[in-house]
């Protein structure tokens, strides 16, 4: 089991900046990756949408909404990720979640799979 623990959200005005802080534990040494999706109330339909990830190897991806903007970096024991927002923008509201790829072995089939744990999630609100 991994535990996700979100934090680091609150309400900006439209251009400012927020850093969001998340926090793995339990069977950390199994994490491949670990990541931000967020939710946007009635835009959405209640679905994530991805927003970035970083890999065990240091890359990253981005949504491109979030490219050039936002920032995914983690801290060297790689259980411990932030996401620093710049320019924010009103349609950037929504609860952020963060997420931490868990890879195992499933035995019945004899191969590999990953698994998401995800947090509570955390608000952000950009005002206009």
């Known amino acids: 089991q991994v535990r996700v623990v979100e934090s680091g959200g609150g309400q900006v005005q439209s251009g400012g900046s927020l850093r969001l802080t998340c926090v793995a534990s339990?069977?950390?040494?199994?994490?491949?990756?670990m990541g931000w999706a967020r939710q946007i109330p009635g835009k959405t339909r209640g679905q994530r949408e991805f927003?970035?990830?970083?890999?065990?190897?240091?890359?990253?991806n981005y949504a491109d909404f979030v490219r050039d903007r936002f920032t995914i970096t983690r801290e060297k024991g790689q259980t411990t990720i932030f996401l620093q927002m710049s320019s924010l923008r009103p349609d950037d509201t929504a609860v952020y979640y963060c997420?931490?790829?868990?890879?195992?072995?499933?035995?019945?089939?004899?191969?590999?799979?990953?698994?998401?744990?995800w947090g509570q999630g955390t608000q952000v609100t950009v005002a206009s």
């Open positions: 997420n931490a790829g868990h890879r195992y072995y499933d035995g019945p089939t004899n191969r590999e799979r990953e698994h998401d744990y």
């Open positions: 339990g069977m950390t040494d199994s994490i491949v990756r």
């Open positions: 927003v970035a990830t970083i890999h065990l190897n240091g890359s990253a």
